[in-house]
């Protein structure tokens, strides 16, 4: 079993700064990607930034890009997910991705709001 339990996310203004985290308990050896998506209000789930478990290569989408960083702790089994310069357009619900290559597992998820 693998547990995903994200958080960190909460009411923000523009501008502004969130950190979340994501930590993973369980099969963790069997992760060959760890990631964020998020989901805001009448939207698909989308693709935000994910990292190699083991190498840390790292991707983000376009949006993500220059404003995000995705990083791990190994030792805490924990990845992180920085946030700068927060627009109204980044308000979703953040869920922590763990891809194994055969199946995703996924957290609850944490909401971030940005006001305007």
């Known amino acids: 079993q693998v547990q995903l339990v994200e958080s960190g996310g909460g009411l923000v203004q523009a501008g502004g700064s969130l950190r979340l985290s994501c930590a993973a308990s369980?099969?963790?050896?069997?992760?060959?990607?760890m990631g964020w998506f998020r989901q805001a209000p009448g939207k698909e789930r989308e693709f935000v930034a994910r990292?190699?478990?083991?190498?840390?290569?790292?991707a983000y989408a376009d949006f993500a890009k220059g404003r995000f960083t995705i990083s791990r702790d190994n030792a805490k089994n924990t990845v992180y997910l920085q946030m700068n310069s927060l627009t109204p357009e980044d308000t979703a619900v953040y869920y922590c991705?763990?891809?194994?290559?055969?199946?995703?597992?996924w957290g609850r998820g944490t909401q971030v709001t940005v006001s305007s």
């Open positions: 991705n763990a891809d194994t290559g055969l199946y995703d597992y």
């Open positions: 369980g099969r963790i050896f069997s992760f060959y990607f």
């Open positions: 990292m190699r478990w083991n190498g840390g290569s790292t």
